[in-house]
């Protein structure tokens, strides 16, 4: 590279663009799966909802999580995950393009790094998840933003457990379990699940209803009494201020304001 430092064609360098992010703000990368519509068809996913998929979306969001330590919590669900970064990062001087196409190559390459762990059957073609980064400035907008993907995993779960209720066990077709449910309330699909499939919403999983999130915890090793940092997976609610009063570290930054300290003055 030092030969090519010189040449004339360096100019082109300087057509490059920094975008570093604005300072301050809480950074959310946001990745979905590319048609897993078709994809999760393709490699027989259970429907409504994969556990193996799940885990494996699991896994490769808690790889990324290991890998940058400024992620303070992630969201996932379906086939999207959210990643929180700490808002006074300066990883990779905040260039949002860095961040972002990191965590995106880093999370697809692990997707199907792990896929044999979790799968038996082959995968049988490359998955590809898009991604975006937005800058959330207050804490309540990033709690809202949190909140309207887990209310978002809510509404879709319901929708699509009572769906494949009528398909699978009511024997409709996928247009008529559609047309049965077009226009109907939360409350009509409850409904359908009670009476007709005996089905209580409340008692399915966690999982399902709330989707994934990934706080980092500091635990005792329950082996060598150690204390470690690990990246635990928590399946609640976290629309409610319980949440976050639970886990109260992950609104705190926890950086020292910086002080002069006078030469005089004895160190403490
Ligand atoms: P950064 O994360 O900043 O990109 P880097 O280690 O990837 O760090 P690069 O300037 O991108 O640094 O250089 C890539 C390096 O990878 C090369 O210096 C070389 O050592 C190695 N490398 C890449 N491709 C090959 C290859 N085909 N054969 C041998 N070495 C390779
Ligand atoms: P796009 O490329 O626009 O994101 P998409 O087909 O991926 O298109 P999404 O709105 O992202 O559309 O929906 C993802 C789809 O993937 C769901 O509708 C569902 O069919 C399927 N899917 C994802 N995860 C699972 C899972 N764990 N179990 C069953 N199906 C899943
Ligand atoms: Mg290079
Ligand atoms: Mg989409
Ligand atoms: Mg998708
Ligand atoms: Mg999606
Ligand atoms: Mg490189």
Request: aromatic share 14%; hydrophobic share 35%.
């Amino acid at each position: 590279t030092s030969k090519m430092a010189k040449s004339k064609f360096e100019y082109v360098k300087t057509f490059e663009t920094e975008e570093k992010l604005l300072p301050n703000c809480w950074i959310v990368v946001r990745l979905d799966g590319k048609a897993f519509h078709r994809f999760s068809a393709k490699h027989d996913f259970t429907k409504p909802n994969d556990e193996r998929a799940l885990s494996l979306m699991n896994k490769a969001a808690s790889v990324v999580m290991n890998e940058f330590k400024d992620i303070t919590l992630s969201y996932g669900q379906s086939d999207e995950y959210s990643f929180v970064l700490r808002k006074d990062t300066i990883l990779y001087n905040r260039r949002g393009p860095k961040i972002m196409t990191y965590i995106n190559s880093l999370f697809s390459s692990s997707y199907v790094y792990h896929w044999g762990h979790y799968f038996t059957t082959k995968l049988k073609y490359p998955p590809a998840f898009d991604a975006r980064v937005v800058l959330y400035p207050t804490d309540e907008n990033l709690r809202d933003y949190l909140s309207w993907r887990q209310a978002d995993c809510h509404i879709n779960n319901l929708y699509n457990t009572t769906f494949w209720a009528l398909v699978l066990k009511g024997g409709l077709t996928n247009a008529e379990a559609e047309k049965r449910l077009s226009g109907t309330l939360s409350s009509d699909k409850n409904e359908i699940l009670f009476s007709e499939f005996d089905t209580n919403y409340n008692d399915e999983p966690f999982l399902y209803k709330k989707g994934t999130i990934l706080v980092r915890k500091r635990i005792r090793h329950p082996k060598n009494g150690k204390t470690c940092v690990v990246v635990l997976p928590l399946h609640e609610d976290l629309i409610q201020d319980a949440f976050w009063e639970r886990h109260s570290e992950i609104l705190a930054v926890k950086t020292a304001g910086s002080y002069e300290w006078p030469e005089s003055r004895p160190l403490p």
